[in-house]
């Protein structure tokens, strides 16, 4: 199982902000957005990630997160000419995929809870049990016409459609910038015609498994936030939720080097240069405190 994040993209609902930095790399409260897509994929247990980054902004990435091997990954970037859609990231990624199922999730989607069921979905695609090819989420949402919604029959709860960015939505169930596909996904991509926006829609694209049964939707339940941080308003409120926990908690959301450490990507020796190698900071204070309490246990 490999992971895409797909950071591309012009962040127009975002200007002024992104005219210099892209949305990506914004602040949620302490850390860069891209951290947080970043920690979902490894708390998956992926260690192979490909970031689709634009042109300009791919310098910034890589300077910001290196190879990856500080956190006990192995990151590659890739660059999208111009955005054309969701599923154009599978054709990007083509190479990268060498025919491997893959974890996609959006660059500026923040999840957090209990991944377990996430986990599960990996093994799950892993398994392909009874045919299965794909799998997406749906979650409640109170403006469900700036997602793509899907549509389940009242009685058996199957799901009959997925419609992109409706005008009038049949269900309040969007489904959030986290997609399970197998390796035929680069290849159904191309076999896709742009919709009117001009776009690869990733609507489509889930749709070519649904027709097929193979498609799995797996409502994601309510102690899971999920916060597209894609607005003004949203990015406010992301950076709101993130520092009311970790001020509360006293632990970090989405600090990759301690879930590099908690998943076995690195050993204490490595975790202990990478916090010599790390600015004096309030940072620095906590991943010692993460140390102490590991060895410790």
């Known amino acids: 199982m490999k992971g895409i994040i797909l950071a591309g993209g012009a962040g127009s609902r975002l200007y002024p902000l992104t ?16 951290y947080y ?17 634009t042109e300009y902004d791919q310098p910034f990435f890589i300077n910001l997160l290196g190879d990856g091997s500080r956190f006990g990954v192995n990151l590659q970037f890739k660059i999208q000419p111009e955005p054309k859609g969701i599923a154009q990231a599978y ?14 999730v959006l ?15 990996v093994k799950q695609q892993e398994s392909k049990e009874g045919g299965l090819k794909a799998q997406v989420f749906a979650y409640p949402v109170t403006d469900p016409e700036r997602y793509g919604v899907v549509e389940f029959d009242k009685k058996s709860k199957e799901v009959k459609s997925i419609v992109e960015k409706p005008k009038n939505p049949k269900s309040n169930y969007a489904i959030p910038g986290l997609y399970l596909m197998d390796g035929s996904a680069p290849e159904r991509a191309k076999n896709q015609k742009p919709s009117s926006r001009g776009e690869l829609e990733i609507t489509n694209l889930i749709q070519s498994y649904l027709d097929e049964g193979s498609l799995r939707v797996e409502v994601i339940s309510r102690g899971m936030a999920w916060l597209d941080t894609g607005t003004p308003q949203s990015l406010l409120e992301a950076n709101s939720y993130i520092a009311t926990l970790e001020q509360r908690q006293g632990f970090k959301v989405a600090c990759l080097e301690e879930i590099g450490l908690r998943m076995g990507f ?13 600015p004096n900071s309030p940072y620095r204070d906590y991943l010692n405190v993460i140390l102490k309490e590991y060895e410790e246990d």
Do not use: W
């Open 19 to 34: 005219s210099v930095v892209t949305k990506q790399l914004q602040p949620i409260y302490d850390k860069p957005m891209i």
């Open 91 to 104: 054709l990007i990624g083509e190479e990268f995929l060498e025919g491997q199922d893959s974890l996609m």
């Open 107 to 121: 660059g500026d989607n923040l999840f957090h809870g209990n991944f377990s069921s996430f986990r599960a979905a």
């Open 266 to 278: 690195v050993d204490t020796g490595h975790f202990r240069k990478v916090i010599n190698e790390t």
């Open 37 to 53: 897509p970043i920690s979902l994929l490894m708390m998956c247990g992926i260690k192979d990630i490909l970031i689709v980054t």
